[in-house]
T-cell receptor, first 113, second 114 residues
Framework: KAGVTQTPRYLIKTRGQQVTLSCSPI?????VSWYQQTPGQGLQFLFE???????NKGNFPGRFSGRQFSNSRSEMNVSTLELGDSALYLC????????????FGAGTRLSVL | GNSVTQMEGPVTLSEEAFLTINCTYT??????LFWYVQYPGEGLQLLLK?????DKGSNKGFEATYRKETTSFHLEKGSVQVSDSAVYFC?????????????FGAGTRLAVHP
């Protein structure tokens, strides 16, 4: 069974631009969560989607948004990029949320210049 | 709020040494507890888990026991290898009405030398 796939693996953008990251969950998984990893703040929860609905959101500005499609694939968008948005963005999928185990993708490393 | 505290790294050991990475948590209710490992340039891999008090999670020689009385979930391995060099994250899952949010510790870097 294929794991969680994130694309692209690396991105370089400049301040003010916007970016879209993609996540394909494990087949059969309906919950997708996004996390931001930085050296200073560690791993922080961004949001979770289940059945195309955002169920939970972390403490991030509105520039960070996401969506989930009917096939459970998810995208995350960051608008008006800032230097501080440089990070590893990790996607995790689980069967249905709750206490189900979350399985992570390899991440997308975003560099904002 | 819920939180996870890990011992600061880096932890540097010689091959075949005993490993302990301390993890304590603060949580309401009865969270599930996890250890994830991150190898250089990769995402997180689940190492082991425990879902209730006194449960022992184990995998690849690593073990951790869910201790509710001390709110701890320390990671141990009897004999580390160079290939165990990675960053280890302790985490709990905050579960409320179906919400699914992992809360991580800061991570502990382990370096194992031959």
């Amino acid at each position: 069974k294929a794991g969680v796939t994130q694309t692209p693996r690396y991105l370089i953008k400049t301040r003010g631009q916007q970016v879209t990251l993609s996540c394909s969950p494990i087949s059969g998984h309906r919950s997708v969560s996004w996390y931001q990893q930085t050296p200073g703040q560690g791993l922080q929860f961004l949001f979770e989607y289940f059945s195309e609905t955002q169920r939970n959101k972390g403490n991030f500005p509105g520039r960070f948004s996401g969506r989930q499609f009917s096939n459970s694939r998810s995208e995350m968008n960051v608008s008006t990029l800032e230097l501080g948005d440089s990070a590893l963005y990790l996607c995790a999928s689980s069967l249905a949320g709750g206490k189900n185990i979350q399985y992570f993708g390899a991440g997308t490393r975003l560099s904002v210049l | 709020g819920n939180s996870v505290t890990q011992m600061e790294g880096p932890v540097t050991l010689s091959e075949e040494a005993f490993l302990t990475i301390n993890c304590t948590y603060t949580a309401t209710g009865y969270p599930s507890l996890f250890w994830y490992v991150q190898y250089p340039g990769e995402g997180l891999q689940l190492l082991l888990k425990a879902t209730k008090a006194d449960d022992k999670g184990s995998n690849k020689g690593f073990e951790a026991t869910y201790r509710k009385e001390t709110t701890s979930f320390h990671l141990e391995k009897g004999s580390v290898q160079v290939s165990d060099s990675a960053v280890y994250f302790c985490a709990l899952i905050q579960f409320s009405g179906g919400y699914n949010k992992l809360i991580f510790g800061a991570g502990t870097r382990l370096a194992v030398h031959p």
